[in-house]
């Protein structure tokens, strides 16, 4: 613990070389452990490989708009808090930001002194609530945020208990049951099959959502 923050991994994107060394050395002195990315390309690849708890965000990124990373986070419900450093200052711009799913827009140029006290307000609201699995059994679509997908006759019977019974161990005997009823020579490896074809519909949803096999048991649905 330093500086009153305990663990709190922080991701800047900005590409400006003086900000963002003066930005990486005041907060890692306030207790942060920072990640500094100048790039969309390089910060996608960075929030797919670490757990972030805030992320300090430029718009005006050499490859694009940091509002549509912002917008990528919330779809895939990652659960870091966003704050918006940018000299993009017009009601439009910050509304751009807002919508995307930005908690806090802060203009440049700024006071460290009230970055770091948005941090730290950001910091105490914990991360924000992940979007619901949602579920449309006429088109058999599940959905998460903006993503959907659409999963066979199969599949959905398969997902159902699993869904329904998320964060328990499902019998494989079940599984069975609920997709293939009682029909006759259902081979003894057709569960695992289709649970591998759903794993892969559920990880375009979201990284976050998976089937776990419990060993001499079944299969549980964690998210």
Known sequence: MRGGVMSTRLLL?????????MLERGLAQAGYD???ERTLQDAVAQVGRLAHDLVVLDRMLPDGDGADLCAALRTFGHPARVCMLTARDTLDDKLRGFNAGADDYLVKPFEFDELLARLHALGRRGPPERPELRRDAGARVLALGARRVT????EWA????LIDHRGETVRREDLLAAAWGG???VSGNSVDVYVGYLRRKLAELSEDIRIETVRGEGFRLVQ
Do not use: I, M, N, Y
């Open 183 to 185: 029909e006759d020579k």
């Open 34 to 36: 920072v990640d500094w």
């Open 151 to 154: 999963l066979t006759r199969r």
């Open 13 to 21: 994107v900005e590409d400006d070389v003086g900000v963002a060394r």
């Open 158 to 161: 398969l997902a159902q208990p």
